[in-house]
Structure formats: C-alpha cells, structure tokens
C-alpha cells in the first residue's frame, strides 16, 4: 500500500505532478495543430515530434524513477537459501505456542504446508533416560521430562534474519500483564523458554532482548539447565540451544487442538500427517499416548 514505504507519498505525488505536465503538453500541442490546420498553415512534424518525445520522455523518466524507489525497498521474503537456524520457544502448554507459530511460518515466510516446521517437544534440561528419549507424563515412568528438568517447547528452523519477527509472535503469547495464557499449569514444565545457538552471544540476541524490554519482560541466561517456574515473575529463560538441545515431543501431541481456544480443525489436525510423510516428525520411542 500506498502507506508502507516512507518515502512512497512523495515519489507519489511526483509522478502524478509530471503526469499532470505531460497531459498538459498533449493538449497544448492538439491545441496548436488544429490551430494551424484552421488557419491554413502548415505544422512543423518536426516539432511536433519533439515535443511529444519530450512529453513521453518526462513520464517515461518519472515512472522509471517510481519503480527504482520500490525496487530498491527491501523484499519482504526472505531468502531460505541463505541457511536456516533452529530455535524454540516456550511458554505454557505447547499445543497453542505450536499453533501460532505454524500461523507465523505462513505468515512471516509464506511457507506452505510441506514447508512448516514448527513442532512440539522439550527442552531446558540437561538429561534423557540411557537410550536418549524425553518424553510426556506416562504411567510407566518413562524419562518424564519434567524429572528430567526440561520445558514444553515449539522449535522450528528459520531464516537467521527472521529471528526478531518470530520473537515479536512469541512476546505476543504473553498477556497484558505478561503472563502466559494458562496460568493454571504450573511448574518448571510449563516455565517461558527462548533457545537460540549460543544464547546471549548470537547476534540477534540484543534485538531478541529489546523486544523482550519493550513488553515488560526480562531475560535471564541460565547456564544450569532444569530451572523453576516463571510464573509471576515476567522472566524468560534463554539457552544456549547446542547445549540445551530439542527433543521432538511423541506424535500425539502434534498439531494438537487447545482447551483454551475452539479445535483448530481437521486441515490443521491433519498436518501431521503431512509432517509425518515429509520426515519432519519421526517416532521417539516414547509411551504412545500416558
């Protein structure tokens, strides 16, 4: 639109000012021919030829200059080419984070269904059972992740320039008061998680941090792993996520329908289907269901 650019009213207005002047000249010239067609004399093709070149030139140069202005704005899309990086986020139950970070992939990178990313899992921890397996809650006891320390995350791999976009949706998650959205789950399973490669020193971690400021909240390295709730604290835990890696959650809990929010639906529940295909998601030898 129109508003988008800054500078977009003035280039705006330029063109249509040198629109203005060449349709002024086409009349001036139409004018000056029938004149001399009245009385007889004969027009100068010459001028007349000149002059409309110089008419055409004008709006020919005003709308190249137009489009080398939008041209040179930076595109919206970025460039996967360009390598991808994995992060996660947490805060509360992951079945609404995962959700609105597929919304995010969509909107933000335009992906399609085969392109998304974003799942389930743990993270925040820094143990698993002997044959590496985090998993949820079951009845057998089987590397519960919350006795293993870790956190309900949503990873996903990014281009490294969207990171800031992605953690604006992430601090969007947190209430007015900057709580999660379901405040009634508590324990460090459920605490608010930002994981990045390397934590505080990668580059995007400043603007990651401003954002964080600029909704209240405070971000706080941990170097220990297997930390407490945040509830009521309006704190987020960052890590270093090659040393706090992800652990894919259990199959069942992907592109799952939410208690605080109406079911997302059977083209949404279905993607895991897709995921599955794709090789994206995989089994984790996990408990299937508690």
């Known amino acids: 639109s129109v508003d988008s650019h800054p500078n977009t009213m003035r280039i705006f207005f330029s063109f249509t000012a040198r ?36 008419f055409i030139g004008s709006l020919a140069g005003a709308w190249a200059g137009l489009a080398s202005k939008f041209s040179s704005e930076p595109a919206v899309a970025y460039d996967e080419t360009a390598g991808l990086t994995n992060v996660y986020f947490g805060v509360g139950c992951f079945w609404h984070v995962q959700h609105e970070f597929i919304e995010a992939e969509r909107k933000i990178l335009g992906r399609s269904d085969k392109q998304l990313t974003s799942m389930t899992g743990y993270a925040g921890g820094t143990k ?46 947190f209430g007015k008061n900057g709580e999660r959205a379901d405040p009634m789950d508590k324990g460090g399973e459920y605490r608010s998680i930002i994981g990045i490669p390397g934590g505080a020193t990668h580059g995007k971690y400043p603007l990651v941090e401003a954002l964080a400021n600029q909704k209240g909240l405070k971000l706080e390295v941990s170097t220990r792993g297997n930390d407490p709730d945040t509830l009521g604290k309006k704190l987020i835990y960052v890590y270093d996520s090659n040393k706090f890696p992800f652990h894919q959650a259990e199959i069942y809990h992907q592109f799952h329908d939410d208690f605080l929010t109406p079911p997302y639906g059977k083209t949404y529940n279905s993607l895991v289907e897709v995921a599955l295909d794709d090789g994206l998601l995989k089994q984790t030898g996990c408990p299937d269901r508690f």
């Open 19 to 54: 629109l203005l002047i060449f349709i002024t000249g086409i009349r001036h010239i139409t004018s000056l021919s029938n004149s001399a067609q009245k009385n007889g004399l004969r027009q100068p093709q010459t001028a007349s030829y000149s002059s409309r070149r110089f």
């Open 128 to 173: 698993t059972d002997k044959e590496g397996r985090v998993c949820y809650h079951n009845f057998q006891g089987i590397a519960d992740y919350g006795k293993l320390g870790h956190g309900e995350v949503v990873g996903m791999s990014i281009p490294d320039a969207s990171i800031g976009d992605f953690a604006k949706e992430y601090f969007a998650l």
